[in-house]
């Protein structure tokens, strides 16, 4: 399924532009977040982005696995959409190596994890039939509408509770509404490759994102540290 997936992802991240983005009011922008911590995290990182320009004036997605939230923003920093979204079910920014090339079926539930970091992103075939948003090729970590199969699961039930508690229950990909694939994620990346920014839970933001740290950044109590 990857394989067949390796020459289009290939030449869509070969469509990265040059140009700069520039500062945006993204954090004004974007819908509150279950997690206060969380929202500011997501806020500065989508500041830093637009300010240094790190998406080279592509369209770029902030995952935050904390609040269980998906922002999804134009090349120009501009807040197109933001929703809940169902993660691995288990908490950790690292895969294991060689997942990819696993089956699901012999991946244990501790295993399944939505790795954090930076990841050029395109749309691409899937098994089935489908196209999906394939974030990180080499894990197969995709995001995509939430699937329904397995009824046990209750996956549209935990994405549409008000507790983003309930919301780690994939094997590591990232699953959102169906309209809000079709109208947002597939409105922003049909026909370019974007960034995905997967935030940590367990490591510092830092860590993951070195650029990050000499990015200014509000501390708590300043004004402009909530989204509106």
């Not at 908490?91 to 790795?115: C, K, L, Y």
């Not at 935030?199 to 650029?211: D, G, H, I, R, S």
Request: aromatic content about 8%; proline content about 7%; charged content about 20%.
């Amino acid at each position: 399924m990857r394989d067949a997936t390796q020459l289009a992802l290939t030449a869509l991240a070969m469509s990265l532009a040059a140009c700069l983005s520039p500062l945006s009011a993204a954090a004004q922008e974007m819908a509150p977040a279950p997690a206060e911590s969380a929202n500011v995290t997501a806020t500065q990182v989508a500041d830093w982005v637009t300010a240094s320009g790190d998406n080279r004036g592509l369209p770029f997605v902030i995952v935050d696995k904390v609040a269980a939230q998906v922002f999804v923003f134009g090349g120009d920093g501009r807040l197109l959409g933001a929703e809940p979204a169902l993660l691995g079910f288990a908490r950790g920014d690292d895969s294991v190596p060689g997942i990819g090339d696993r089956r699901m079926s012999a991946i244990r539930p501790n295993e399944r994890t939505t790795p954090a970091g930076r990841f050029v992103a395109g749309f691409g075939p899937a098994s089935g039939g489908h196209s999906v948003l394939w974030v990180d090729f080499d894990t197969a970590i995709s995001m995509h509408p939430v699937v329904t199969g397995n009824p046990k699961e209750r996956r549209l039930e935990r994405l549409k509770s008000a507790s983003g508690d309930d919301n780690r229950i994939t094997y590591g990909c990232i699953n959102v509404s169906a309209a809000f694939y079709r109208n947002v994620v597939r409105g922003a990346f049909t026909g370019t490759s974007g960034v995905v920014y997967i935030l940590p839970e367990t490591k510092p933001v830092e860590q993951v994102f070195p650029a990050f740290r000499l990015q200014p950044h509000v501390t708590a109590g300043e004004p402009g540290e909530e989204l509106g």
